[in-house]
């Protein structure tokens, strides 16, 4: 029997190769965003839709490894902000009433030193749109405690 996970992730799939075909005419530039959007956005969908399950695993594996959070925790997307944009989750952990607040972890991205180290800071913050600078707020007091790849 198919996973539920396997399952939406199969109709995530279906969906982007049946709608891709529709723009096949539109420039290859127009094609290379399509893809990245229907990408982000099932990921985004498989996200909410097993952020529970996934935050339950995390933290039954670090139980087991005697490294659990003693804090509230939650899975959020994540997003990358810099060079290229990325999607995925992560989990984050804290007191409880400022876990709640967040909505997903903005990932940006820098070189430091003509490129000898690559930054990522993560930053908890109030809303899944980390572009919408004006009514982004981080989230002080929350961590982000494991990382989750999601296989494409």
Do not use: C, H
Request: aromatic share 6%; hydrophobic share 50%; net charge negative.
């Amino acid at each position: 029997m198919i996973s539920k996970f396997k399952l939406v992730l199969l109709v995530v799939l279906i969906f982007a190769v049946s709608i891709v075909p529709v723009f096949s005419t539109v420039a290859q530039a127009d094609s290379d965003i399509l893809g990245q959007v229907l990408k982000t956005f099932g990921i985004g969908v498989i996200v909410d839709r097993f952020a529970g399950p996934i935050n339950d695993f995390i933290n039954t594996l670090t139980l087991n490894r005697g490294l659990e959070v003693k804090e509230q925790t939650k899975v959020v997307p994540i997003v990358t902000v810099g060079s290229n944009s990325y999607a995925g989750a992560v989990q984050v952990s804290g007191p409880a009433e400022s876990v709640k607040q967040v909505e997903a972890v903005a990932q940006l991205e820098g070189e430091f030193k003509d490129g000898a180290f690559r930054i990522r800071a993560l930053i908890p913050i109030n809303t899944t749109n980390p572009i919408d600078f004006k009514n982004l707020d981080r989230i002080e007091g929350v961590g982000v405690t494991a990382l989750v790849d999601i296989n494409i």
